[in-house]
């Protein structure tokens, strides 16, 4: 898979196999380093290096088109039978069965989340599922993956809100069909690494979380294989953050994709929205907070302001506590300002009725939603 070539052949997107060395013999980029844009001008022009030796191609030209998926984890042997079961499945059957589901799911999600463009969203997410390729990908990770359900339903809401979020972006029809794919896939290493440690239910040690983090790589490998950069990349960056925190190569926000920004955003948002084994499912308000608390600091906050756009925080008939103690029941969701709903009052904090008087958050700066009562 090492292959040395020219710098005049590199692309943006390939990964250092070997370090690459100056004339004194410093280390300019480390082994396993993606190489971008600005930084192979940075080697040819100011280094002059010549050549470099890489081990992935993520535009599809790459040679070993046979490629395995690469299998780590406690049990590997487990994966390989798994995987090896599924060849022998009936696969036509399978896919329509895959595809019914994804649409099935993907109109119940449209319906109960918020989202804004709902008929665009809708669209593109059938152009996005109704690709072969996508399709067996999508079956083989829900089979896989322990919880498959769940992280196929999850995918999917990740799928249709970093659409909407394309469309608040203008971007192109196709642009958002490669996003939308892109939202369903990036994901797709966590099904062959070690199940107990994506769902342990505990503070994972170091040596165990790197084990994990290895997803991005996994994913990234599978998915450059069979698809264009802007498919392949955020299953590679979505871990990246902002401020260069994140891992594998602590890129700054500028150098990452457009997708690898906006399905970041919408990761953390799905994946804490669901309940974890050491923790409870995080109120959609919370979530809020927390992304708009890091913004420009592990999130681009640009993106955070456009996903704001797309998702109401607060569901009509949701249960509210008021800051001085009332509850009330949220009956108008105003887009702006964000998180300031009509709410009907029904009880003061001496549980004594307030008949149903209405109140408009987004005019009444005396009162704001304390919390969403479950
Ligand atoms: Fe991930």
Redesign the pocket.
């Known amino acids: 898979m090492n292959q040395r070539i020219p710098i005049s052949k590199v692309k943006p997107g390939m990964i250092l196999s070997m370090d690459v060395i100056n004339h004194n013999g410093s280390i300019l980029l480390k082994k396993g380093v993606m190489l971008t844009d600005k930084t192979i001008q940075i080697l040819f022009n100011k280094y002059s290096i010549s050549e470099v030796v890489v081990k992935y191609e993520h535009n599809g030209e790459a040679k070993n088109n046979n490629h395995k998926m690469e299998i780590i984890g406690a049990n590997p042997q487990r994966y390989t039978n798994i995987i090896n079961q599924l060849n022998h499945l009936d696969s036509t059957g399978l896919l329509d069965m895959i595809k019914n589901d994804a649409i099935k799911v993907g109109k119940m999600m449209l319906e109960t989340n918020f989202i804004q463009h709902t008929k665009k969203v809708e669209s593109i997410f059938f152009q996005a599922i109704d690709r072969t390729e996508i399709l067996e990908l999508l079956l083989k990770f829900r089979v896989i993956s322990e919880n498959g359900r769940e992280h196929f339903n999850r995918y999917i809401k990740t799928s249709l809100l970093a659409t909407a979020i394309g469309i608040n972006l203008n971007l192109s029809n196709s642009e958002l069909v490669l996003l939308a794919r892109a939202a369903l896939l990036?994901?797709i290493?966590?099904c062959l690494v070690d199940q107990n440690l994506l769902n342990s239910d505990y503070v994972l040690p170091k040596n165990e979380k790197k084990k994990l983090n290895e997803?991005?790589i996994i994913?990234f490998q599978i998915l450059q294989e069979k698809f264009p950069k802007e498919i392949s990349l955020p299953a590679y960056q979505?871990?990246e953050r902002f401020d260069g925190s994140g891992y594998p190569n602590g890129l700054k926000n500028n150098d990452l994709h457009l997708f690898s920004r906006i399905i970041a955003v919408v990761?953390v948002y799905t994946a804490l929205s669901y309940a974890r084994p050491h923790r409870p499912a995080y109120p959609t308000s919370e979530i809020i907070e927390l992304l708009l608390g890091s913004g420009d600091i592990l999130f681009d906050y640009k993106i955070i302001s456009e996903f704001l756009e797309v998702i109401n925080i607060y569901a009509e008939g949701s249960l509210v506590l008021l800051n001085n103690g009332d509850v009330g029941i949220v009956t108008e969701i105003k887009g702006k300002p964000i998180g300031k709903p009509v709410v009907k009052l029904i009880y003061d904090k001496k549980w004594r009725s307030l008949h149903g008087k209405e109140i408009d958050l987004s005019t009444n700066n005396l009162y704001f939603i304390k919390k969403v009562i479950d």
Do not use: E
């Open positions: 990036y994901d290493g966590n997803h991005v994913g979505h871990h990761d």
